[in-house]
């Protein structure tokens, strides 16, 4: 599933790099979240050319990226999905590395695989400066002090999940937004005692478009690993 907003540029691409996988029965689904850039017609009109691959949910709404994850990820469960995985549109996600993910997910016992830039093998845009290297380190340093993952990229944003595992942390419950929503999401698979992976990725910058990070999503990540740990979320 890929939620979307103002990501006209980037989703063609995104899509042709899913559909050329060597995955069998892959669906994708395009969650827009009333992009004014014309994102959503696009995504239609992609769907009416891929009918039996791409699918559309149009949001009326842009209420934050842990609510367009909960819609999709509850369609993608409606639908039968075995498998549900959460890749950006912006194209920093390597779609190549999903067959390795699945392969993972099938191999290890892991409830979730997550494309992790931390693990050796892994890596950050070289495009980034070293104050946005250390503040995504400083943040998985963070997160695991205060909530004890175990894992070496707890806020990652790509994921392959069982379907079971989501059901087991039911995530239309959960209420964190922005990127809190992915660590939220770790925390309750810990918590019910199922095992996360991680396999190596290497994070693109976008080349298109804006980043969705603002002061309000960084505030509510910073608060909610201490929600988390006494209770007021899970």
Known sequence: MVPTYNERDNLPVAV???????????????????????????????????????????????????????????????????????????LSHPAEVIPAMLEKLETSGAGVVLGSRYVPGGSTAE???????????????????ILRLGVKDGTAGFKAWQ??????????????????????????????????????????ERTKGASKMSLKVQLESAAMPWKLLFGRQV
């Open 16 to 90: 042709e790099r899913l559909t050329s996988l060597p995955v069998a029965d892959l669906h994708i689904l395009v969650v827009d979240d009333n992009s004014p850039d014309g994102t959503g017609e696009l995504a239609d009109k992609l769907a009416a050319e891929l009918p039996d691959v791409v699918g559309v949910l149009h949001r009326t709404e842009k209420d934050g990226l842990g609510r367009a994850y909960i819609a999709g990820i509850t369609r993608a469960l409606d639908e039968g999905a075995e498998v549900v995985i959460q890749m950006d549109a912006d």
């Open 127 to 145: 495009e980034w400066k070293w104050y946005r290297k250390a503040l995504s380190a400083w943040a998985n340093f963070y997160v695991n002090l």
């Open 163 to 204: 379907a079971d595992t989501l059901r087991a942390i039911d995530v239309a419950s959960i209420r964190s937004n922005g990127y809190s929503f992915q660590v939220e999401m770790n925390y309750r698979t810990i918590k019910k005692g199922i095992a996360i992976a991680e396999v190596p990725i290497r994070f693109e």
